[in-house]
């Protein structure tokens, strides 16, 4: 059973617009909430993350939307630049309990229409 | 900024035999990990280690599958024996701490182990 869900697999935008990339979770005991992107070539990279006291996290263009009650999370990419093209995986993991654990999303592909 | 070096960066083995998978972390960094990721999955945690030690393991981490970091070299993955479905490309991480909020994990580029 996956635990947590990513959608969509890929996804394509103009320059300029705001993508939104979705994750799901089972898993109500996990309380901290990153988001990897990895641009081809190179090693996974922490991106932004959220812990659940809040429900929004922001970092310049980069915004996670978090909702508790449907235990779901999203990134939105405000203005998407060409060099936002890279795979994002969401995850999850225990953090109260010490662990580093992550527990992935299968990735979504994102790419700026030419 | 920091990096986590894998060696190699590709594997090719026959099943039954040994393999080791090498990473070289972050230098102060004292929490290590290893994922597994097959092809179009997502990445799954195998182990993390600190201080000589096992912290946590998961199903994944298999009877035939050891880790460790002696005197402060790599940080080895072994298998031995492989097996078809150990085919994957490895992840190593490394940390300076665990359990803190934006502690971020640094990833190798992995790598691609391909039994046959």
């Known amino acids: 059973q996956q635990q947590v869900r990513q959608s969509p697999q890929s996804l394509t935008v103009w320059e300029g617009e705001t993508a939104i990339l979705n994750c799901s979770y089972e898993?109500?005991?996990?309380?901290?909430f990153p988001w990897y992107h990895q641009f081809p070539g190179e090693s996974p990279a922490l991106l932004i993350a959220i812990r659940p006291v809040s429900n929004k996290k922001e970092d310049g263009r980069f915004t996670i939307f978090f909702n508790k009650r449907e235990k779901k999370f999203s990134l939105h990419i405000a203005d998407s630049q060409p060099g936002d093209s890279a795979t994002y995986f969401c995850?999850?993991?225990?953090?109260?309990?010490?662990?580093?654990?992550?527990?992935f999303g299968k990735g979504t592909k994102f790419s700026l229409i030419p | 900024g920091p990096k986590v070096l894998q060696i190699p960066s590709h594997q090719i083995i026959d099943m039954g035999q040994m393999v080791t998978l090498n990473c070289d972390p972050v230098s102060n960094h004292l929490y290590f990990y290893w994922y597994k990721q097959i092809l179009g999955q997502q990445m799954e945690f195998l182990v993390n280690f600190y201080n000589g030690k096992v912290m946590e393991k998961s199903k994944l981490f298999k009877d035939q599958f050891s880790v460790e970091r002696p005197d402060g070299s790599y940080f080895t993955l072994k298998i031995q024996p492989t097996a078809l479905e150990d085919s994957a490309v490895y992840f190593c991480a490394s940390s300076l701490e665990a359990g803190r909020a934006n502690e971020r994990l640094f990833f190798g580029h992995g790598t691609k182990l391909s039994v046959l």
């Open positions: 898993d109500s005991t996990f309380d901290y």
């Open positions: 995850a999850a993991s225990h953090l109260g309990t010490g662990s580093n654990r992550l527990t």
